[in-house]
């Protein structure tokens, strides 16, 4: 019969995962498992990125062949720009918050071992 992990979430609750027969931890907590987890956590949302990155190449190359061919006056074409760049700076900063949440979650299952 399963029963509850024992471990604590970051919020302090304890965790509501089952553990399976001859374990002693829920699968999100088991050590062995830890490996993996990181793995999977670190392709988390990499492909939305990529097509994310794939569809501003076409738009930008889109406004390029407007403003050159005549189509779009450059001041929109300068703005449409701009959007652009504050798009790749917010998924750059997107990027490092994600990259500084793992890090903290890392350290702070580092803490109770090092103390």
Not at 52 to 60: G, I, P, V, W
Not at 88 to 98: G, I, N, P, Q, W
Request: charged share 35%; proline share 5%; with cysteine.
């Amino acid at each position: 019969m399963d029963r509850q992990c024992p471990s604590l979430k970051r919020d302090g609750n304890r965790c509501s995962g089952r553990v399976p027969e001859g374990k002693y931890y829920c699968w999100f907590h088991d050590p062995e498992h830890e490996g993996k987890r990181r793995r999977i956590a670190s392709r988390a949302g990499k492909g939305n990125r990529a097509r994310l990155s794939k569809n501003l190449h076409a738009r930008l190359d889109e406004l390029i062949e407007q403003v050159v061919g005549g189509e779009l006056e450059p001041y929109p074409g300068s703005v449409a720009g701009q959007l652009v760049r504050t798009k790749l700076a917010l998924m750059e900063y997107e990027r490092k918050l994600k990259e500084t949440q793992e890090l903290e979650d890392r350290l702070e299952e580092l803490e109770p071992v090092l103390a």
